[in-house]
């Protein structure tokens, strides 16, 4: 091969690497790993609590099982498979990480509430994960582990604060 001829084929693998980095760029190739990693810990706290729909509610359940749940004994279980640790109890739980306001929760947010026979309308007595689209991944009575909606009824009535852990 001759020197125009290299000179040529260098041009052409130029450029050919050019347009291929500034196809990556435009279709955001590489900052969708960067993004995706953000909130995919968040949604996959979410996917793996919604494997337990159905699993029956027991106030104070042990946190070594997953045949039944209460409140915060499901949301310490899902989140301990992320290496996130929380305390045992919601009122112990709403006061870790830092502090969200409603209007910018985020899937995986823990969402704390006072409802209940032990409520006073001030004292954490409930807690729930953030599941996005206004709802609410939690356990209470009859339904066991099931999804609410944040903005509609007890939940919206006694909604008391969000702390972000994740």
């Given amino acids: 091969m001759n020197k125009q001829q290299w000179i040529k084929k260098a041009i052409v693998i130029g450029m050919v690497t ?33 494997k337990y729909m159905g699993v029956s509610y027991k106030f104070g359940a042990s946190t070594s099982t997953t045949k039944v749940f209460d409140c915060s004994s499901f949301t310490k279980y899902i989140f301990k498979q992320y290496n996130v640790t929380l305390p045992r109890t919601a009122a112990e739980q709403s006061k870790k990480g830092t502090a969200v306001s409603k209007a910018n929760l985020r899937v995986g947010d823990l969402v704390f509430f006072s409802s209940g026979s032990r409520a006073t309308g001030k004292n954490v007595t409930h807690v729930a994960v953030y599941a996005g689209n206004g709802k609410i991944l939690h ?12 903005n509609s009824g007890t939940w919206k009535r006694t909604y008391l604060k969000a702390r972000r852990v994740l």
């Avoid at 279709?27 to 993004?35: F, L, W």
């Avoid at 356990?139 to 944040?150: A, E, M, N």
């Fill in 18 to 50: 050019t347009m291929g980095l500034g196809t990556m760029m435009a279709t955001g190739i590489g900052a969708t790993k960067v993004e995706a990693a953000s909130v995919s810990k968040g949604q996959s706290v979410v996917n793996l609590g919604k």
């Fill in 139 to 150: 356990t209470y009575g009859k339904p066991g582990v099931t999804i609410s909606d944040l």
